[in-house]
């Protein structure tokens, strides 16, 4: 059959299946293995993110197709040793989220805080299900290779859901204060402790992103876009130190800072 003659996930499913070939593949398709595809994955979701966060519609499209194209190489792989297909992956999901979704799927009818009480709930039940007899902890399965700031943030959404948090943002700012406080003496010692320093400094930004979280937002794309609004400040003051003297490294520190507040002010 020719490849134009199929739907279009099936072309992407047929070109897999080629590219995997043991004898007219890519050697470099070829050699590849669950972990060595696995920093592509990550790479292609933050390429993702970045085309949603520039609004760019084309680099979307290409972005989420490059994702896929991770999905399918999973599934390729999985099919080779017989744990799996792209069938049974999609599958799964399908059913996990009708299961999780009983006021679209079912006879229930939720409030919005009602259906997050529910999803949250649901993933418990599997958690439960996925332990057999072992001990179950609200913090299972939030997986160790996540951004620390994505990872602080559900270790601390998952305790709120049983209960452990904060009742508004005032305990939490005043977590901040306690911990730069903290961070503060240790500066002030005599001989500094620089494992106890980076100690402090972790409890300062654990207690950032929970008040993140209370804020409702997302500690990823708060930072993310903080890196862009900083990144586009500075090219601008480099733009204005080159036309005043020899780039950046021609100015005080008195001027750059005079540049930055300029940038700043124009851009407000």
Same mark, same amino acid.
């Given at each position: 059959?020719?490849?134009?003659?199929?739907?279009?996930?099936?072309?992407?499913?047929?070109?897999?299946?080629?590219?995997?070939?043991?004898?007219?593949?890519?050697?470099?398709?070829?050699?590849?293995?669950?972990? =060595?595809?696995?920093?592509?994955?990550?790479?292609?979701?933050? &390429?993702?993110?970045? *085309?949603? $966060? #520039? %609004?760019? @519609?084309a680099?979307?499209?290409?972005?989420?197709?490059?994702?896929?194209?991770?999905?399918?190489?999973?599934?390729?792989?999985?099919?080779?040793?017989?744990?799996?297909?792209f069938?049974?992956?999609?599958?799964?999901?399908?059913?996990?989220?009708?299961?999780?979704?009983?006021?679209?799927?079912?006879?229930? =009818?939720?409030?919005?805080?009602?259906?997050?009480?529910?999803? &949250?709930?649901?993933? *418990?039940? $599997? #958690? %439960?299900? @996925?332990?057999?007899?072992?001990?179950?902890s609200?913090?299972?399965?939030?997986?160790?290779?996540?951004?620390?700031?994505?990872?602080?943030?559900?270790?601390?959404?998952?305790?709120?859901?049983?209960?452990f948090?904060?009742?508004?943002?005032?305990?939490?700012?005043?977590?901040?204060?306690?911990?730069?406080?903290?961070?503060?003496?240790?500066?002030?010692?005599?001989k500094?402790?620089?494992?106890?320093?980076? $100690?402090?400094?972790?409890?300062?930004?654990?207690?950032?992103?929970?008040?993140?979280?209370?804020?409702?937002?997302?500690?990823?794309?708060?930072?993310?876009?903080?890196?862009a609004?900083?990144?586009?400040?500075?090219?601008?003051?480099?733009?204005?130190?080159?036309?005043?003297?020899?780039?950046?490294?021609?100015?005080?520190?008195?001027?750059?800072?005079?540049?930055?507040?300029?940038?700043?002010?124009?851009?407000?």
């Amino acid at each position: 059959m020719s490849s134009s003659s199929y739907s279009q996930l099936d072309r992407l499913l047929w070109v897999m299946d080629c590219l995997r070939d043991p004898d007219s593949g890519c050697p470099w398709d070829l050699k590849q293995d669950f972990a =060595s595809i696995v920093p592509h994955t990550i790479e292609e979701a933050y &390429e993702v993110a970045d *085309a949603i $966060e #520039r %609004q760019d @519609k084309a680099d979307i499209q290409e972005e989420l197709g490059d994702l896929l194209f991770q999905v399918v190489f999973y599934a390729r792989l999985g099919k080779e040793k017989q744990w799996f297909d792209f069938e049974a992956i999609a599958g799964a999901m399908a059913e996990k989220l009708i299961r999780r979704h009983p006021h679209v799927f079912g006879e229930h =009818s939720f409030s919005e805080q009602e259906v997050k009480q529910n999803w &949250e709930l649901e993933k *418990a039940r $599997e #958690r %439960q299900a @996925k332990a057999n007899d072992e001990a179950v902890s609200a913090l299972d399965n939030i997986p160790l290779a996540l951004p620390s700031l994505t990872r602080a943030y559900k270790l601390q959404k998952r305790c709120a859901n049983v209960g452990f948090d904060w009742p508004d943002t005032t305990g939490v700012l005043d977590k901040i204060h306690e911990e730069i406080e903290e961070v503060q003496q240790e500066l002030a010692r005599s001989k500094r402790n620089e494992e106890a320093l980076e $100690e402090e400094l972790g409890d300062l930004l654990f207690a950032t992103v929970n008040l993140v979280r209370h804020l409702k937002k997302d500690p990823e794309t708060a930072l993310r876009r903080a890196n862009a609004k900083f990144e586009r400040r500075f090219r601008q003051v480099e733009q204005h130190a080159d036309e005043k003297a020899d780039g950046v490294t021609g100015l005080s520190l008195t001027e750059l800072e005079h540049l930055w507040q300029s940038v700043k002010a124009a851009e407000k």
